[in-house]
């Protein structure tokens, strides 16, 4: 499936992105969101720059730079929220728009050990504590 950047909510910053994640900064050529829903801890979302429908179609050097960008977050994710580990999810069935989701695990956590949930919606934050994150994750790029 490829949808068209006209309707996609990461080109279009629609309402729907809005309601799902906080945008953190930009990085080389992609976008670093906190995922609103927080059942795992410090979880967040890169998602490329340009309206690409999958890892695939990038040149060897856009895939790196964006590899380079996923690894970026990864690593400030770790050092702010010291995970167990880190899992990555590039699903795009219904939204074929490159992206990764990145989702803490720790021990004795939700899912830990398996796969994470796309959205339980079960825990969110106080703006104040998105706000806490995002600078926690800015100071560690």
């Known amino acids: 499936m490829y ?3 006209k309707d996609c909510l990461y080109c279009t910053n629609n309402e729907t992105l809005k309601s799902l ?5 930009h990085l080389s050529v992609s976008r ?12 967040c979302l890169v998602s ?6 999958d890892l695939n179609e990038l040149s060897d050097e856009e895939r790196n730079a964006f590899m380079a960008d996923v ?15 880190i899992n990555y999810g590039a699903y795009s069935d219904t ?17 830990y050990g398996s796969t994470f949930q796309m ?5 969110y934050l106080t703006d104040e504590e998105y706000e806490e994150m995002a600078e926690m994750l ?3 790029l």
């Open 3 to 5: 949808s068209d950047p």
């Open 21 to 25: 994640m906080i945008e953190v900064c």
């Open 32 to 43: 670093l969101f906190i995922f609103k829903e927080q059942t795992y801890r410090g979880r």
């Open 48 to 53: 490329y720059d340009k309206h690409v429908n």
């Open 71 to 85: 690894t970026r977050a990864t690593r400030a994710m770790q050092k702010a929220f010291n995970p167990e580990k």
């Open 95 to 111: 939204l074929s728009h490159l992206h990764f989701h990145l989702a803490p695990k720790y021990k004795g956590g939700p899912d």
């Open 119 to 123: 959205n339980p919606k079960a825990v």
């Open 138 to 140: 800015k100071a560690n």
